[in-house]
Structures are given as C-alpha cells and as structure tokens.
C-alpha cells in the first residue's frame, strides 16, 4: 500500500484526487466469506474460455496463455478489488478497451485480480496496485513495463504507438510538409540509413513519447529541403522559435534518455502558463527549477510584468522552467501551498523540484536582468530558501499532543531533556487520518511523562531547512542529549508497536513501512 504524498510538488493541492487509501472490506466474518468467494472463484476459472468485462478480457491462471497467444499486444492490469487507485482507474480502462476494438486494432486490454490469482501475481512480480504489463506476441517472460498516462485518452495512444508504426515514413516534400504542419508539434528523424543504431533509438523514443506525432526521412531530397547534411533529429513546433534541430553525434549515436529529454523540454513553450491542461507537461518534463510568476491576469499592468519574465526565460532553458500562474484562475488552487493569497500577486518564487524548496525574489523590479540574475543566484546556492510557518496555536503545548509550527520546531524537537516523537502530516491525507486517533492515544499515555513528548506539524503549513519530508504520515524520533540525532520511524502504526517504540529508546520496533 502506498502513503500519501510520494509526488510532492508545488501542484501538492491539486492532485488529491489520486492520494488516498485504498478502501478496504468488512472485518466481521472475513474468512469466510473469503473461503466462499475462493470456492466460487475455483468453479468459475476452471476452463480456459476468455471472458469479457466492459471490452475487458477477465484473465486467470487458467486461461492466461490463451489469452497471450490470441492477442498478439495484450496489456494486463493487475489489481486489487480493495485498491482505490484501481477503482477510480476503472472506467478509464474499460473505455480504452472499447475504443481499440471499435478501432479494429490488434491491441487489446486485460486485468487479473492478482489477489486472488496469487500464482500470476508471484510470478509477474507484482508488489503493487495497478501495475499494468504489455504482453508481445506471446511472450511470457519479458512483459513490458506500462508508461503511458492513467486515464482512457493516453491508454489508447500507447496502445496504437506499439501497434505500430510508431513513426510515419515521409516519401516526398509534399508528405513531409502535410505531416510537419498537421499539428503544433511534430518529431522528424532525419537518417540517412533507417537500419542505422541511431534510427532505432529514434523508433524507441517514439514508442514510449505517445503524445509527439513522429516521422521519419531518409530521402536525399528530404534532407536538402530542411537543409540537412547529416542524420538529426529536428522537433517543429508553431511557437517561439518554431524548430530546433538535434543533430546525431557520428561517435556517440543517439541516447534514449537523453532525446527524450530533450524533445520533452522544448516541446514546452519557453514560458507556460500554469492551467488544467498544461500541468501534466509541466511536471512530466522533470526540469528541476521552476520560476514561478505569480500575478492576476485581469491587471493590465500585472500582466505586462510577463514580457521581463519572457526576456529571461531563454537563458535557463532545459534547467528552469518559466510558468504563469494566474492566481484568479486555475492557479488559485495552488496558492495554500506558498502560504499566499491573491492579494500578494504579482510576486516571483523559484522552487526547487527535487526537495521542494521555495526561493523568494524579494527585489521590487521584474526587469529581465533582476530575474536573471535572482534565479542565477539561486542555482549557485547564494540564496537561502524561503521557509513558511504557520502560527502556533495559544494551547499547542498544553494537549497530550503538542502542536509544532516551524517557528517553534527547533525549541521543542531538540531539547536536549526530552525524548520527541513528531507526525509530519497533511491534513488531506488518509493514511494520517487513519492513524489519528492512535496519535491521540499515544499522547494521552505518555502527557505526564517528563521525559517524553508526543508532536505533531502540519508539514503543507510548516517548512523546516534541514529535514525535508517526502511522503505522509512521516514519523521521526528526536533522542535526548546532546547532538541533533534524528530516527525514522518504519514499523507498524498502532499504539502498542509506539509505545514499545519509546520504551526502547528508538532503537527497537523497526520493520519495513507501509508508507510511502
């Protein structure tokens, strides 16, 4: 089971949707109506006929290889019926399905319920829910890692790039010239030889970058007509500077990674404006930095801010990514998360993807040149993160759990007298609201212990500059004496598996999380 979380980024208050706790069943008479449902799954899967659900094929051990060898691309869900993920991926999935058959295409969708089909599950190495395989051509042993978005749309392009032909071969300039203006972006691989090591790291790329259209040219008029004398790869795009070219290294070919790198960084605009339909190219590029441009677009001064902001933008491309946000529109719903509100705008924060860390430009001027050299700075680690803290509540040390805020963490966590257990949580978050009530319990235990203190930080509100919490709830354990010791906590939630915990000075009940 996954904790909530694992993706922090600027985007944390808008991604809920997909942050929650599976749901689990009913605990009263669960064996047996676990041994009933295992007798009636026994009956049902004997034969090895492939049965339908929404245009998905049900599959079992008994009807597996069947389905591998009449479906020659067949990718498989694995899930779990409790897993919330896979509920809410549910409808998606049976809409791809419906689609690639209505299209004809030779690529179907299957899903097994790995916890009842524990052989498949073991023997396909399934550790988590969903975990979606591609199955080619029969093949049992090497099943292909699923890459694609988890929704209908990105399901079925997936499908159709391995279908194949994952890239167009242009003929002529007239083909080549109607593929390259057919959409806002396009991928042409230029090869002189399409057999070429570097042609296939093309046709790789294109199978996993679903969302590019791609094409492919090897005719010497093609080359003479983009003005090309050697292989390259060359992105067109009807924005900024509407082509940049990728030339084939003769010594070191092409690399996967690192073209698809490339095509996914200057695929963006140079700067982006922050919306429902542009956050998913923001964060799949994976550019560490983000400049952020607060400001309200219904100011016609704010929004003149944007041409300094755009002048700037060019010098760190592929390193920082340049975003609007519109703090009256989509962009309002991220503003929590910065401790800001409308009225701040306009204003800039650079942040850092890797551990989230927020830089704020404190200089009045939006001039290319103060952004430029602010975010330079930045990179160079001149400037020191901008941490926000939320007020601590009149009562915080007074309830069997004390309330941290980032303004009182140090003073507390590292009293050199107390042994501190802290819950680092969000609010949102299912798993912390499952634990609560055991958190509750734990501080009424040890409220009259001198030597213990039982905490709690709301980690969305609350930043601190040498701990950086990655997913929740996170459990850390701050020992008295001297030093700034710090123990993560990794063992079972639940009141007793704490309290032995404590008793032990941190240094017992270790196991392996079930966090994040």
Not at 62 to 68: D, K, T
Not at 98 to 127: M, W
Not at 296 to 307: E, G, I, P, R, V
Request: proline share 4%.
């Amino acid at each position: 089971m996954r904790g909530c979380g694992a993706r922090l980024v600027w985007l944390l208050v808008l991604s809920l949707a997909w942050l929650g706790l599976a749901l689990g069943g009913k605990e009263e008479d669960g064996e047996v109506v676990a041994e009933e449902e295992d007798m009636e799954e026994e009956d049902e899967v004997l034969s090895d006929e492939l049965e339908e659900e929404d245009d998905v094929l049900v599959l079992h051990e008994h009807n597996f290889a069947r389905g591998l060898s009449e479906h020659r691309l067949l990718l498989v869900e694995f899930y779990a019926p409790w897993c919330g993920h896979c509920q809410r991926l549910a409808p998606a999935y049976a809409q791809a399905a419906a689609t690639l058959r209505n299209e004809s295409s030779p690529a179907r969708l299957g899903k097994v319920d790995a916890t009842a089909q524990v052989a498949l599950a073991g023997e396909f190495g399934i550790t988590s829910y969903p975990t979606l395989k591609l199955f080619l051509d029969g093949n049992r042993t090497h099943p292909l890692a699923y890459t694609g978005r988890m929704d209908a749309e990105g399901i079925v392009r997936w499908m159709q790039r391995r279908a194949g032909p994952s890239a167009t071969l242009l003929q002529d300039t007239d083909t080549a010239a109607a593929f390259v203006g057919s959409q806002d972006l396009v991928v042409v691989g230029f090869f002189k030889d399409l057999g070429s090591e570097a042609a296939q790291v093309f046709y790789e790329v294109a199978n996993e970058v679903v969302d590019l259209p791609f094409g492919v040219a090897q005719a010497a008029e093609l080359f003479q007509a983009y003005g090309l004398s050697a292989d390259t790869v060359c992105l067109f795009k009807k924005f900024d500077e509407g082509r940049t070219d990728f030339p084939v290294d003769p010594a070191q070919g092409l690399e996967t990674a690192e073209l698809t790198r490339l095509l996914r960084v200057h695929s963006l605009k140079l700067v982006m404006e922050f919306t429902e339909e542009t956050s998913d190219q923001i964060f799949g590029a994976r550019i560490p930095h983000h400049m952020l441009l607060f400001l309200n677009k219904t100011s016609s001064s704010q929004l003149a801010l944007q041409d300094g902001f755009q002048a700037a933008a060019g010098a760190f491309r592929g390193e920082v990514l340049f975003v609007v946000v519109d703090v009256t529109g989509y962009g309002a719903g991220v503003l929590p998360f910065f401790s800001m509100t409308p009225a701040d705008a306009p204003t800039l924060r650079l942040v850092k993807m890797e551990n989230n860390r927020k830089y704020r430009m404190d200089q009045d001027s939006f001039s290319d040149t103060a952004i430029r050299t602010f975010v330079q700075a930045v990179l160079d680690g001149k400037v020191k993160p901008h941490l926000i803290s939320a007020e601590p509540p009149e009562d915080w040390d007074t309830r069997p759990v004390k309330v941290l805020v980032g303004k009182t963490f140090e003073q507390v966590a590292f009293d050199e007298t107390k042994n501190v257990f802290v819950k680092f949580y969000a609010p949102w978050c299912s798993h912390c609201q499952e634990m609560a009530a055991a958190w509750e319990e734990l501080g009424e235990r040890y409220k009259d212990r001198e030597d213990i203190v039982i905490a709690e930080m709301d980690s969305t509100a609350n930043e601190l500059e040498n701990i950086t919490i990655h997913g929740f709830p996170t459990l850390h354990y701050f020992p008295a004496g001297p030093g700034r010791k710090m123990v993560e906590y990794k063992s079972a939630r639940d009141v007793e598996t704490f309290s032995k915990f404590l008793e032990n000075g941190g240094g017992a009940a270790r196991g392996t999380s079930c966090g994040a």
